[in-house]
Every structure is written in structure tokens, then in C-alpha cells.
């Protein structure tokens, strides 16, 4: 049993971080630019972001290392800086962190199996590397997520299970279809996820991205009713994606998110946190209603 499982099996409900991305382009990211660089070039700028949400009440924090993987890193000529970039990203978090969890997070490679864009053998590589390097920088858990593909995700949470001594958490992406049903963009369903990912090993599981907390309560009630016991996590947008003169605007409030904290919780949720349009004061509030329940 690991660190952070420990703290779940204690019947304790944990808070997560919000966005990153969001904050990297306020502090100066360009459009073009590569976020995981920053880990070297700007990690003053990149601790501040992780250090917010310590300072908000998170018990976790992730990495700025969504798009480490050398496929992605690759397209901007750093490839070969894989390792470094990723133990870069921990070792920030790390040291924001304190005495609270580090999950290193892993984000898809944009390669698609099924059109033989890339082979299993070069995806695990690709996964085995990133995990190495946020175990190197410190990482309390490994945290795959956004995966919308079954075998991607499967792969992934064999690499880091296979080459790290770190928990391993994945989440997929899933939004509602016209019929009601959840589904990943690759058709996966979150019963399907369950089966495969634990038995892969993954030690948490759970939904991000593609919806606000209201959206994930009916996919984590779908998760627990196809596994009891595994620890489930979730990390909402703040609400659905609106388009306002040409910007993408989440109108989820800190106060309406926190709002709904109780009901996915009673769903079965172990670890909530934020996704796209999140912020400190989101995780701030959510922190504040967790802490009296």
C-alpha cells in the first residue's frame, strides 16, 4: 500500500490542484512554445503556479509535464531532453509541495496505435522514460491522464507500474453521448476503463477533463458500480466550455463547484481537483467544503 492509497484506505477525501496551462500562458507562455521547457528555462514562473495551489489547501499537486513524452517533445527538437524535463517538472513540484503528494503527470502522445502511427513497443519506451524521470525528480505517484484509448492507457500504466516503485493513477476523458451513455473520443466506456486499467495495476482510477463535477457524477457512480473498491478520482472543468468573442470561457464559479463537492463525493469519489478552467480560489473553496464534511 502506498503514501497517498494509505490516506484513501483512512477514509479520507483529498483535494488535488486546477489548471496549469491557463497560468503558464499568463506568466508569459507563447502560443508555439513548449510548457515542459519552461520546467528549465522559467522554473521560478513554474514553481509559483504549483506553490498556488499548496497555498489553496491541495493535498496534491501535479507536474508541468502533461506533454513530456518524447512524441510531443519531439515536435519543438528536445526529445533528447526527455529524462531532464521530466525530472525537472517533479523536483518543482517537490519543492512547492513540501510535505504534501507530487503525481507526475503523463498526458497522451498524440500517436494513434490503431493507424499504425507508432507500435506498442515504442509507446511503452516512450512511457517508461517519462515515468524514470519523474521518479528521479521525486514524484509521490504517477498520474496518466486525458487518455480517450483504451490500449494507450493500458500501455502506459504497464510502463510505470513496470519500471517505477510509484503508485500509478490513470483517468480517461469521457463526455456524454446523444443517447446518455459516457464514452470516450475512442468509444471507451467507463465500465470497459475499470476492467482493463485495474487489472493492468492502476492503483486509482477516474474521469478528467470533458466535463464539470455535475457532468462526472454519473461516470463515477458508473465506475463504482463496476468496482467497489477502487479509490476514484476526479478532476473537473469548471463547468462546460463556453465561446464568448472568440475566447473559451468555463463559467463554473469557485462558489457553484464547491456546491457540488457533497454529490460527487457521496458517488463514490476519493480525490477531487480541478481540470481546464480551474483555479486557486476553486480549490481553495473546494478544500474549505471537503474539510467539513
Known sequence: MGIILDQIKKGKVLVSDGAWGTFLQQKGLKTGECPEEWNITHPDEVFDIAKSYIDSGSDMIETNSFGGSCFKLEKYGLAEKTFELNKAAAEISKKAAGDKFVLGSIGPTGKILMMEEVTEDELYDAFKEQSLGLEAGGADAIMIETMTDLDEALIAVKAAKENTRLEVFCTMTFEKTVTGEFRSMMGVSPTEMVETIVNAGADLIGANCGNGIAGMVGIVEEIRKADAKIPIL????????????????????????????????????????????????????????????
Not at 235 to 252: C, K, L, R, S
Open 234 to 293: 476526479v478532476h473537473a472543468n469548471a463547468g462546460m466550455p463556453v465561446y464568448e468573442d472568440g475566447q473559451t470561457i468555463f463559467p463554473e464559479t469557485p462558489e457553484e463547484m464547491a456546491g457540488l463537492i457533497p454529490k460527487i463525493i457521496s458517488a463514490g469519489a476519493n480525490v477531487v481537483g480541478g481540470c481546464c478552467g480551474t483555479t486557486p480560489e476553486h480549490i481553495s473553496r473546494v478544500c474549505k467544503t471537503v474539510g467539513k464534511m
